[in-house]
């Protein structure tokens, strides 16, 4: 079992940017695709950004352009540039290992609380 810590959310102006990360325990980390997610208050829980073990990425249509998801597997870490930021994305954000089939392998973490306001 893989345990995942998120961190790097606050509060921030619209326009601005953030970085989160997620550090990920285990050697498995690099084998797997990963995935950002994001819930925000009153809704389910959606996909953000996703980036395969080969670091391929692809990402929401809403957050395209603005966020860049990335990872560092000497590090067990996941990473999400987040820019231009807006106040529809506020939301916990949250991190996990998937696959095509199941968006989330291990345990949800904490997640990290992500608000934008002015």
């Known amino acids: 079992q893989v345990q995942l810590v998120e961190s790097g959310g606050g509060l921030v102006q619209p326009g601005g940017s953030l970085k989160l990360s997620c550090a990920a325990s285990g050697s498995i980390f690099r084998l797997y695709g990963m995935g950002w997610y994001r819930q925000a208050p009153g809704k389910q829980r959606e996909l953000v950004a996703t980036?395969?073990?080969?670091?391929?990425?692809n990402y929401a249509d809403s957050v395209k352009g603005r966020f860049t998801i990335s990872r560092d597997n000497a590090k067990n870490t996941l990473y999400l540039q987040m820019n231009s930021l807006k106040p529809e994305d506020t939301a916990v954000y949250y991190c996990?290992?998937?696959?095509?089939?199941?968006?989330?392998?291990?345990?949800w973490g904490q997640g990290t609380q992500v608000t934008v306001a002015s």
């Open positions: 980036i395969t073990s080969g670091s391929n990425t």
């Open positions: 996990n290992g998937r696959t095509p089939s199941t968006p989330g392998l291990w345990s």
